[in-house]
């Protein structure tokens, strides 16, 4: 008469453990166990290191962005004054800067001039973005100013110019060298607008973590600007600077407000959203498909169950005539089951978590063994791979691969929980 015994008594986890550690002759784990093992190890692994990757991916080019860039930009459209002639920017930017400033939430605004230029040393010629800024405002960008990844003396900008590192190197210059700056929008004349020509030396080059930052973008005093382009008593846009930029869109309408009726604005959102949300789309496809692999890694546990409740059937009908439950046998196979998956995630997490800390070093030997870069900062923007372990993304993946190997070690433990005792030892 079978008893029953409390769930994952001590001789279950007996009896388990001993099938498993049996040798293969004698019905033990199979290479169909090893494969699974070895399929979850991989999948688990797999799915953390993305998941990291991806996640730091998100933060440095969001943060390269906001490092670099005004939260929120307020613009005016083109517009026609009582001469007939076209007006576009504000001229009185000065006093619209101080009330978008007072807006709770925003931590600073200022006036800027942005135009089109070449750039060139002589010999090479590179386009460029102009940005017309105040000295004290260039030292408070984060990925520019102050603190950031630069030389030369941003003291010394009222004299000269800012190049990003990247548009440096293609022109071959270094602090204190001159380059000439031209525009199409120049000297007003008779016949209409020349081309302007001026010389200017580098006095600070910086790298803003972005290749497109770096290779396009020129900083000009904003006085000089004004002067450059011809845009004396105006600024083409008002830089804005919030506290929370993730909660931009809340701050739009205090801003606009501020303003006044001709301003619009342009948040960082509206940049970046399109990308931030193909990432978003590229995130939730990658799970999925890698959770099919941790599913079919998974599934390799049932074949290898499924053998090993063959191989020990006489041993299952004996147990059963000595009066052990169903529930009993089905806990025994499920350990040894449930094994597998618990040691294969185990294996993944950690040289999941090892890729993820140490991704540097491992991009370093992919590009040795390649023999050339395999991460082209030109296409992705940034100029490494970064990685971001993240507890939640750990936790899912964890989660899932455990709870794939539980759910299909139950289907081959009920088949063994179900065998007939009178059946199993028929031809023994």
Known sequence: MAVSTRPFAGFEWMIAWRYLRARRAEGGVSVMTWISLIGITLAVMAL????????????????TILGANAHVTVYTSERVDENGAKLRGFSDYDALASAISEVPGVTRASPLIKGQVMVS???????????????????????????ADAYGDIDNFGA????????ARELGITVGDRVRVISAQGVRTAMGSAPRTNAYEVVY??????????????????????????????ADEIE????????????VLPILNAAGADAMPWTWRDSAGSFLRALDIEDNVMFLILSILVLIASLN?????????????????????MGLTEGAVLRIFFICG????????????????????????????????????????SVRGIYSLPAKLQMTDVLSAVGLSLGLSFIVTIFPARRAARMNPVEALRYE
């Not at 790298?207 to 000009?220: F, P, V």
């Open 48 to 63: 953390i290191v993305t998941l990291a990757v991806r996640a730091g991916f998100r933060e440095e080019f969001v943060d």
């Open 121 to 147: 040393d002589g010999e090479r010629t590179m386009g460029a973005e102009v940005f017309g800024i105040t000295p004290e405002e260039l030292k408070l960008i984060p990925r520019i100013g102050v603190g």
């Open 160 to 167: 000269g110019i800012a190049l990003g590192s990247g548009l």
């Open 205 to 234: 080059i910086f790298t803003a973590g972005r290749y497109d930052i770096d290779k396009t973008r020129l900083y000009m005093p904003f006085a000089e600007a004004q002067s450059f382009f011809n845009r004396e008593g105006f």
């Open 240 to 251: 804005v600077i919030v506290d929370n930029p993730d909660r931009v869109e809340e701050l």
């Open 301 to 321: 546990i049932v074949s290898g169950l499924i053998m090993l409740v063959k191989n020990k059937g006489r041993d299952i009908g004996i147990l059963r005539t």
């Open 338 to 377: 449930a094994f597998t998956g618990v040691i294969g995630t185990i294996c993944g997490f950690v040289l999941g978590c090892a890729i993820a800390l140490n991704v540097d070093q491992v991009m370093a030997f992919i590009a040795f063994i390649n023999g050339g870069e395999v991460w082209d900062a």
